[in-house]
């Protein structure tokens, strides 16, 4: 029995977080934000180099053919460093997606193309786990209309849509009929946006009539991002005992008053049980299929609970500086703040968690 | 991640299957301490080795080599079939894994059999009036006497002092030296002229706890564990085993599940409270929350298991497991609600009024076996390195 990271997780995650350290700290992120930089492809350049993309890529396509707990492993240290990247898109939900529900030839097309990084991907979800106002997208005889709203990792090669039947559909960015208009939002380390789609021909992969596909992918996406934002959550609460342990007032330093400690302490008790949470949710996620949606709705909620109290907290024992543009804290804060909103809410997911069990 | 015990386990699982299934209705069904019907399942159990597993024979234990997997499946499956395990208790819970580790030979042989029968229950006299979280502060005194050493002062929270034969206390016996080094540990007989106890009824109105007074207690000589002034390092052997064992999540989950079979079938205003969807929201974060502590949980198992890292996941479990569980129990009280105000017989009355008892006991776990502060004391200075109080004492006399 082990329940943990394997040896190979764990170089997995030393040498993305070394790479992210030395080649995206957050003077690289601030400069993508405050540029309004669509890509950062020196970044994205790097992690293909470390074999991210291909993660979830079966060998016969160049891949790796690792697992979930190997790519939220990898989304947690992206998390840890709000690091600006298409990763969850490219590398987890458009191969999970064409695994599941692509042809051979489909398989063969996109899947190297993401194992090497030459293709990347954005996904329009947002209206299989809520649709706002008049968002929806139909397909009639191969081709797209409607609109997609809050679609994420906006600035891509290529989409992965859902449409109104539940769906799943590959569309090329410069597809005739598309047209895409950023959304800013408050994380500016993640683009997203609206497409439109008019008589917009897509690559439409299998359809069970059940939407099976689309829920594994919607699932491994909520697992994904909670594993972004337990990187987050961790990196706050580190960077709070050091700047605790560096602050003085009173003729100490402000790690030594009990009402700071506590807050640290309180922090850390509840990021490392979400930590076991996330890991059991992306073990089942290949292991347990029965069990995993109910996991991701579980760890999905829950680590957005855990997100918004560290984001708090940790601000608050930032004391002044946590509240600048100066120190940057803020941009952990809203990454945080992002995954909450992803891919359902937490009252939402909780609901859906109610009904993998039958109460509602 | 290999969450498998493997298959050797699982058929020593079937055995304690097995085993419980053919012997349950020899179990005890609420039998007092020392009845004929706990002693004679407890023996069967040291006999089949699913309690006192590891203890030596020579001891009364069933001599088995240690298990840490083998362990958990015993309890996993006690616990699953509702059946009583062997006995717990301080005196088998904490002063028998103390005496193994630094008792003599004869105190070992001495008190570790008829503890590990219940033919000898134990109460443990550390906590004072004003030794509470500042433990080693206490003040009750030893003098030694001739062969004998007097003990007099009090003790407070004493679990079970009424029903125990004998005291496993910590007292000051070297007043002048700093106070982690002055304490000893002595063990007592609960007869001996010079103890009285009072019953200290607590909010559950449960008569568990006692106040014990000592009056010129006189205690031989040789009935102390460890050397003079040692009595703070004999007393921190154990006190880690108990912070261990409160706020188990498989029993949170097992009070969850009967919350959510309650919302089901109880009704307000024509509606199941299930379908109340504020209800069901707090259910669910609740659901979330004991997943999580049960997977660190078992993190913290497999840590034990493959001797690896996992201390910060080890020291939040009782901090977590107890605010966890009395959460639960006041969320299942607003769901019944004025049903969930029954305590005592009337047809109203759910689960025996045990969501008002394990809310308010669990609100006393959460104090009791170092408070939550003193958790956040320990996770922020052990866990994260942070520095420690500041010695107020210590200053003054500077």
């Known amino acids: 029995m082990e329940f943990g990271l394997s040896e190979q997780q764990t170089a997995l995650q030393d040498s993305v977080n070394r790479f992210l350290d030395e080649k995206a700290p957050l003077e690289r992120v601030r400069q993508y934000s405050e540029e309004r930089q669509e890509r950062a492809d020196d970044i994205w350049d790097g992690l293909v180099e470390l074999g991210l993309p291909a993660l979830l890529v079966p060998e016969s396509q160049g891949g790796i053919e690792l697992g979930a707990l190997d790519a939220a492993v990898a989304c947690e240290c992206l998390g840890r460093h709000v690091t600006p990247s298409p990763f969850l898109s490219t590398a987890v939900l458009a191969p999970t997606a064409i695994k599941l529900a692509g042809s051979e030839e489909q398989q063969n097309r996109y899947l190297p193309e993401i194992a090497n990084g030459s293709a990347t991907f954005g996904a329009a979800l947002s209206e299989a786990t809520g649709a706002r106002r008049d968002a929806g997208v139909s397909a009639t005889r191969g081709k797209l209309n409607g609109k997609a709203l809050f679609v994420i990792d906006l600035y891509s090669d290529n989409y992965l849509v859902a449409d109104t ?145 560290i984001g708090k907290t940790a601000t608050i024992v930032h004391g002044g500086m946590g509240f600048t543009d100066l120190l940057g804290l803020h941009y952990w804060f809203k990454r945080i703040g992002y995954n909450r909103q992803i891919l359902g809410g937490p009252e939402s997911v909780r609901e859906e968690a109610a009904s993998a069990q039958g109460l509602c | 991640m290999d969450l498998s015990y493997g298959p050797e386990y699982e058929a020593f699982r079937q055995g304690v299957r097995e085993f419980i299934e053919t012997n349950r209705d020899r179990a005890p069904r609420g039998e007092a301490m020392k009845s004929d019907r706990v002693q004679s399942w407890q023996k069967l159990l040291i006999d089949n080795g699913y309690t006192a597993r590891t203890i030596p024979r020579e001891y009364g234990g069933h001599g088995g080599e240690p298990d840490i997997i083998k362990a958990r499946i015993i309890g996993e499956e006690f616990a699953r079939s509702q059946t009583p395990g062997g006995l717990g208790g301080q005196g088998i819970s904490m002063l028998v894994p103390t005496l193994l580790e630094l008792g003599t030979e004869e105190q070992k042989k001495r008190f570790v059999p008829p503890t590990l029968a219940g033919e000898m229950i134990w109460c443990q006299g550390y906590s004072e009036p004003n030794a509470g979280s500042d433990l080693a502060s206490l003040r009750t005194s030893a003098v030694l006497d001739g062969d004998e050493w007097v003990v007099n002062g009090s003790k407070i929270w004493t679990s079970t002092a009424h029903l125990a034969d004998w005291i496993f206390c910590l007292v000051r016996t070297e007043p002048d030296a700093p106070k982690h080094q002055g304490i000893s540990f002595l063990l007592f007989k609960m007869d001996t002229p010079g103890i009285e106890i009072q019953p200290l009824v607590d909010m559950t109105m449960a008569r568990n706890f006692n106040e014990v007074f000592f009056t010129d207690v006189r205690v031989p000589k040789e009935q102390i564990v460890g050397k003079r002034g040692e009595g703070w390092f004999v007393a921190n052997a154990i006190l880690g085993h108990e912070r261990d064992s409160l706020g188990d999540p498989n029993s949170t989950l097992t009070r969850l599940n009967r919350l959510i079979e309650i919302a089901r079938q109880e009704t307000v205003g024509g509606q199941r409270l299930i379908d109340n969807p504020v209800f069901r929201d707090r259910m669910m974060k609740i659901q979330a929350r004991v997943m999580s502590l049960r997977f660190n949980d078992q993190r913290v198992l497999s840590s034990r298991i493959n001797n690896t890292d996992a201390r910060l996941a080890r020291m939040i479990s009782k901090l977590q497991g107890t605010e966890l569980r009395h959460d639960l129990e006041g969320l299942a009280i607003d769901i019944m609600g004025e049903i969930g105000l029954m305590y005592g017989r009337s047809d109203y009355l759910t689960d025996n009024g045990s969501w008002q008892q394990q809310y308010m006991y669990f609100l006393g776990l959460i104090i009791g076996g170092g408070t939550s502060q003193i958790q956040k004391n320990i996770i922020s200075e052990r866990g994260l390195g942070m520095p420690k109080e500041p010695k107020f004492d210590q200053q003054a006399k500077a």
């Open chain 1, 165 to 309: 039947d539940n769906q799943l559909h590959i569309v090329p960015s410069d597809a005739s009929g598309l047209t895409i208009n950023t959304l800013p939002q408050i994380d500016r380390t993640r683009p997203i946006g609206e497409i439109t789609f008019n008589s917009t021909p897509s690559d439409a992969l299998a359809d069970d009539g059940q939407g099976s596909a689309l829920r594994a992918v919607i699932d491994i996406g909520r697992v994904m991002i909670a594993a972004d934002t337990l990187g987050a959550s961790q990196e706050m609460l580190d960077q709070s005992v050091q700047y605790a342990m560096g602050r003085e007032q009173f003729n100490r330093v402000i790690a030594s008053f009990q009402a700071v400690k506590h807050m640290c302490a309180e922090m850390a008790a509840e990021i490392e049980p979400s930590r076991a949470l996330l890991w059991y949710a992306a073990h089942t996620i290949d292991e347990d299929p029965e069990e995993s949606h109910l996991n991701a709705c579980h760890t999905k909620a829950h680590l957005s609970e855990v997100g918004s109290f």
